[in-house]
C-alpha cells in the first residue's frame, strides 16, 4: 500500500505560479513511477507530468515548458512546479504512484484555479 497527500493548491492569477506537492509513506521500494494528474468536471482525468524511476520525464504539449515534475531521492515528496498558468490549467490535481505489480495510487486531490 501507498499514501499519497497533495497540498499546495489554490487561486492564481493567469501567468502566475504554484508549487504542488505530494507526501508518500508506505510501501515505496515498489514504486516504478510517479505523476500529477489533473480533472475538471466532465472530462477524463488527463496526465500532466510524469516521472520514471530513471528519472525520464514526460509532458503533454499543453504544459510542456511550463510544469517541472520532480522528486526527492526517497520518493517521499513529489513536487510539480507550474509556470506561467493559464485558466485552461484550472482543474483537481492528483498525486498518482504506480508500482511494478502495476497498482496505482491516488492522492485525495488539490484544487488549483487560475483566474483573474
Known amino acids: 500500500q501507498v499514501q499519497l497527500v497533495e497540498a499546495g493548491g489554490g487561486l492564481v492569477q493567469p501567468g502566475g505560479s504554484l508549487r504542488l506537492s505530494c507526501a508518500a509513506s508506505?510501501?515505496?521500494?515498489?514504486?516504478?513511477?510517479m505523476g500529477w494528474y489533473r480533472q475538471v468536471p466532465g472530462k477524463q482525468r488527463e496526465l500532466v507530468a510524469r516521472?520514471?524511476?530513471?528519472?525520464?520525464?514526460e509532458y503533454p504539449d499543453s504544459v510542456k515548458g511550463r510544469f517541472t515534475i520532480s522528486r526527492d531521492s526517497a520518493m517521499t515528496m513529489l513536487w510539480l512546479q507550474m509556470t506561467s498558468l493559464k485558466p485552461d490549467d484550472t482543474g483537481v490535481y492528483y498525486c498518482?504512484?504506480?508500482?511494478?505489480?502495476?497498482?496505482?495510487?491516488w492522492g485525495q486531490g488539490t484544487q488549483v484555479t487560475v483566474s483573474s
Open positions: 498518482n504512484y504506480v508500482t511494478y505489480g502495476a497498482a496505482q495510487y
Open positions: 508506505g510501501r515505496l521500494f515498489q514504486v516504478y513511477s
Open positions: 516521472l520514471s524511476i530513471g528519472g525520464s520525464e
